[in-house]
Nanobody, 121 residues
Framework: QVQLVESGGGFVQPGGSLRLSCAASERIFRIYDMGWYRQAPGKQRELVATITSGGSTNYADSVKGRFTIYRDNAKNTVSLQMNSLKPEDTAIYYC???????????????WGQGTQVTVSS
């Protein structure tokens, strides 16, 4: 069973920074596209940033210039550096990855359990 575990969430003041990390919790064959999504209470889950296996990135307009997504293919991890945080960034952040568990399995879409980010003074 593939598991993704997020870490790095917390409580910060506006203008502060956090770094979120996501790691596969078991041995897997390969990870393709990865990304971060977020969901606030009463709102739909939305894309924050994605990164392909080749390093191509995509960001939501609301976070461009403030957030940076990056990955370490050797460690099968993806991180999100969040700077200049705003109260509007408050949400549960979820890691997403397209994973091929083994060479003999199909690629599937996997999600982490989420990590809370709260931006408030």
């Amino acid at each position: 069973q593939v598991q993704l575990v997020e870490s790095g969430g917390g409580f910060v003041q506006p203008g502060g920074s956090l770094r979120l990390s996501c790691a596969a919790s078991e041995r897997i064959f390969r990870i393709y596209d990865m990304g971060w999504y977020r969901q606030a209470p009463g709102k739909q889950r939305e894309l924050v940033a994605t990164i392909t296996s080749g390093g191509s990135t995509n960001y939501a307009d609301s976070v461009k210039g403030r957030f940076t997504i990056y990955r370490d293919n050797a460690k099968n991890t993806v991180s999100l550096q969040m700077n200049s945080l705003k109260p509007e960034d408050t949400a549960i952040y979820y890691c997403n990855a397209q994973v091929r568990p083994t060479i003999g399995s199909v690629t599937g879409d996997y999600w982490g359990q989420g990590t809370q980010v709260t931006v408030s003074s």
